[in-house]
């Protein structure tokens, strides 16, 4: 009977696929914007809803041990959702690999067949990146496939003979964020080494016209008369300007990122 017992308890091991795992996450988001005023939930706050302890819900989201097919149940209906088959994993077939088991970090390769598309989003995005002065803006909770979706876009547009970058702002120091000027220079040097051009800063730059001015002079009578095609740029983790605007007054600055995501 104990044999039997510890059989079936092996048999409900499961944990998330990517599929549910998104699916989770984007219903989470959801509700959040519609019920919570934005903010993502604490665990106590999905304890309550789905009736789990925080621990539970801990192991739910890292996906790193299995737990009983009923506790998914719970969390996927008071989202709203219903659990498929496609939406988890058994821990007791050969079906789970290293890299299911590990959280993963960066964005998803072009060919990856775990990620999971999410139409109409990806068309309507490939769509808009080639319209001229096109702004995209990507929201997502943390390893939500923010970054991988971004390279998809980039990517889509590329095919269509579109020159694409990517910056990274966790790349830049701190002291880079400490005025505007000094953030639009080094914005603009960086997307010239990123184009393989001459660095001609320097040249462009006159302090009597400001740092709006003469960003906007850079692109338009320098950077972009050398391209042969359209730019695109895309740029990865903006969400650290403003954690720097958090810790700093620079009311110039908060009114471009402001202006930016929307």
Not at 92 to 99: E, I, P, Q, S
Not at 111 to 117: A, K, L
Not at 141 to 159: C, D, H, N, W, Y
């Amino acid at each position: 009977m104990t044999e039997n017992s510890h059989v079936q308890r092996r048999k409900r091991g499961v944990i998330l696929s990517p599929q549910g795992w998104q699916r989770l996450q984007l219903a989470e988001q959801q509700a959040a914007e519609l019920n919570n005023a934005g903010k993502g939930y604490t665990l106590e706050q999905l304890g309550e809803q789905t009736g789990l302890s925080p621990n539970t819900i801990t192991k739910v989201r890292r996906r790193r041990l299995a737990v009983d097919r009923q506790t998914l149940e719970f969390y996927f209906n008071a989202l709203k959702l219903t659990l498929h088959p496609d939406d988890y994993i058994s821990m007791d077939t050969d079906v789970v690999t290293g890299l299911q088991m590990k959280p993963i970090r960066g964005h998803l390769p072009l060919d990856s067949p775990i990620y999971v598309e999410r139409p109409p989003i990806e068309p309507l995005a490939y769509e808009e990146i080639l319209q001229p002065g096109a702004l995209i803006r990507v929201k997502a909770p943390r390893q939500f496939g923010k970054t991988s979706l971004m390279v998809r876009i980039l990517a889509a547009a590329q095919e269509k003979g579109l020159q694409g970058i990517v910056l990274n702002m966790q790349l830049a120091d701190a002291t880079v964020f400490q005025d505007l000027n000094r953030f639009l220079r080094w914005f603009c040097a960086v997307v010239t080494r990123s184009l393989q051009l001459p660095h001609r800063v320097d040249d462009h730059w006159h302090e009597v016209y400001g740092g709006n001015y003469n960003c906007t002079d850079y692109f338009e009578n320098y950077l972009l008369p050398e391209l042969d095609e359209p730019l695109v740029l895309a740029l990865d983790e903006v969400d650290t300007i403003f954690d720097h605007l958090m810790n700093r007054e620079m009311p110039m600055l908060w009114k471009i990122a402001q202006a930016s995501a929307t």
